[in-house]
Nanobody, 122 residues
């Protein structure tokens, strides 16, 4: 079982930055692909970013490319999402997720955190 706890959300003005963190309580964190998703009110949850188990590969949805950076520190069992140049349309609850190695391709994850709210004011 993997437990994930997100933090770092909050209220920020458009153009600002936030860094989300996701701490995992599992001994084999380095074997998991990690992902970030978000869900805005009235919308379906959408993929944001994914990082491979080793951290050497990342992928992003088109709308955040060049603005968001996903990284991980396997010594701290933590994955991060650095969000720059934030826009009001980035407002959502952000979730981190953990999955097997194929999750990098399939975007199918097995474990989910509770989410952290990000609100970007215009």
């Amino acid at each position: 079982q993997v437990q994930l706890v997100e933090s770092g959300g909050g209220l920020v003005q458009a153009g600002g930055s936030l860094r989300l963190s996701c701490a995992a309580s599992v001994r084999t964190f380095s074997s998991y692909t990690m992902g970030w998703f978000r869900q805005a009110p009235g919308k379906e949850r959408e993929f944001v970013a994914v990082i491979s188990w080793s951290g050497d590969r990342t992928d992003y949805t088109d709308s955040v490319k060049g603005r968001f950076t996903c990284s991980r520190d396997n010594t701290k069992n933590t994955v991060y999402l650095q969000m720059n140049s934030l826009k009001p349309e980035d407002s959502a609850v952000y979730y981190c997720a953990a999955g097997g190695r194929m999750a990098f391709i399939t975007r199918k994850f097995d474990y989910w955190g509770q989410g952290t709210q990000v609100t970007v004011s215009s």
